[in-house]
């Protein structure tokens, strides 16, 4: 048996998220299914973290074990021609027996992009969230500064998931602004349920002016999620990248799950 570890992307609008679930098309469901028959055996796959209804991937890193002999190399070429044209097997290697692609993880990469003109751009309807009142960027970056480093994010944390801690390490959030779209990049340990949307959110009203920048920090220390913003739509968001370095699965580690943003 090998252990294989494949990349894939999708484009999330016709999907009840990546997790399996019965009655619904979701990308496990589909990812599943098609490797099983092609690779002759039934395959059940682990992902890195589990994007919700609407959310969109780039690199989303799952796993799976197979007997069939097909060279690795030519998997991906394989899968897309048996894949439904909204996923996309973008890599594929053979990994170590103890390999998680969860667990491993070091950090994942999620990019949330802003229809910030009056009128929208119709390609990015199903990719980026219409905000057409002007957006203060430098008053959005102000913010973000007081989330970089390790903290307690329950105030964006939505109800529905329970992982213990609500501890986690913001490593950076990038946000720019070209052409009138607003690109906001966060990087973490790992992510809280709805998390990256909901600091999102919090960011938009600061960029319209509803909030001080300073307030960030006060949400940040009330550990309450009616401190901050609303919920941005799932639409604009996209797991770009997982990162892995040296591994350290340690019981408290394991603890440290990505929900998805």
């Given at each position: 048996?090998?252990?294989?570890?494949?990349?894939?992307?999708?484009?999330?609008?016709?999907?009840?998220?990546?997790?399996?679930?019965?009655?619904?098309?979701t990308?496990?469901?589909?990812?599943?299914?098609?490797?099983?028959?092609?690779?002759?055996?039934?395959?059940?796959?682990?992902?890195?973290?589990?994007?919700?209804?609407?959310?969109?991937?780039?690199?989303?890193?799952?796993?799976?074990?197979?007997?069939?002999?097909?060279?690795?190399?030519?998997?991906?070429v394989?899968?897309?021609?048996?894949?439904?044209?909204?996923?996309?097997?973008?890599?594929?290697?053979?990994?170590?027996?103890?390999?998680?692609?969860?667990?491993?993880?070091?950090?994942?990469?999620?990019?949330?992009?802003?229809?910030?003109?009056?009128?929208?751009?119709?390609?990015?309807?199903?990719?980026?969230?219409?905000?057409?009142?002007?957006?203060?960027?430098?008053?959005?970056?102000?913010?973000?500064?007081?989330?970089?480093g390790?903290?307690?994010?329950?105030?964006?944390?939505?109800?529905?998931?329970?992982?213990?801690?609500?501890?986690?390490?913001?490593?950076?959030?990038?946000?720019?602004?070209?052409?009138?779209?607003?690109?906001?990049?966060?990087?973490?340990?790992?992510?809280?349920?709805?998390?990256?949307?909901?600091?999102?959110?919090?960011?938009?009203?600061?960029?319209?002016?509803?909030?001080?920048?300073?307030?960030?920090?006060?949400?940040?220390?009330?550990?309450?999620?009616?401190?901050?913003?609303?919920?941005?739509?799932?639409?604009?968001?996209?797991?770009?990248?997982?990162?892995?370095?040296?591994?350290?699965?340690?019981?408290?580690?394991?603890?440290?799950?990505?929900?998805?943003?």
């Open positions: 048996m090998r252990h294989i570890k494949l990349v894939i992307g999708y484009d999330g609008t016709d999907f009840h998220g990546f997790q399996r679930q019965k009655g619904l098309r990308v496990q469901e589909e990812l599943e299914r098609t490797l099983t028959s092609l690779l002759g055996h039934p395959v059940s796959v682990k992902a890195a973290g589990r994007t919700d209804a609407g959310v969109h991937a780039e690199g989303q890193v799952v796993s799976f074990w197979t007997s069939c002999p097909i060279p690795v190399e030519r998997l991906p394989v899968l897309n021609g048996l894949l439904p044209p909204d996923i996309v097997a973008k890599e594929a290697k053979e990994v170590s027996p103890d390999f998680h692609p969860r667990f491993d993880a070091s950090s994942r990469v999620y990019r949330y992009l802003i229809d910030n003109r009056l009128v929208p751009a119709a390609l990015l309807r199903r990719y980026a969230w219409h905000v057409p009142e002007p957006l203060d960027v430098e008053a959005m970056r102000n913010a973000s500064r007081h989330l970089i390790v903290h307690d994010f329950a105030s964006f944390h939505a109800s529905g998931s329970d992982l213990g801690s609500t501890v986690r390490e913001m490593k950076r959030i990038v946000i720019s602004k070209r052409n009138g779209i607003v690109s906001i990049t966060m990087e973490a340990n790992s992510f809280l349920y709805h998390m990256a949307r909901i600091i999102v959110g919090t960011l938009v009203e600061i960029g319209l002016g509803e909030r001080h920048p300073d307030e960030m920090r006060e949400i940040l220390m009330a550990r309450d999620r009616s401190a901050a913003g609303k919920t941005a739509p799932p639409h604009g968001l996209c797991l770009m990248q997982v990162k892995y370095g040296r591994r350290r699965r340690s019981r408290e580690h394991v603890k440290v799950q990505d929900e998805s943003g």
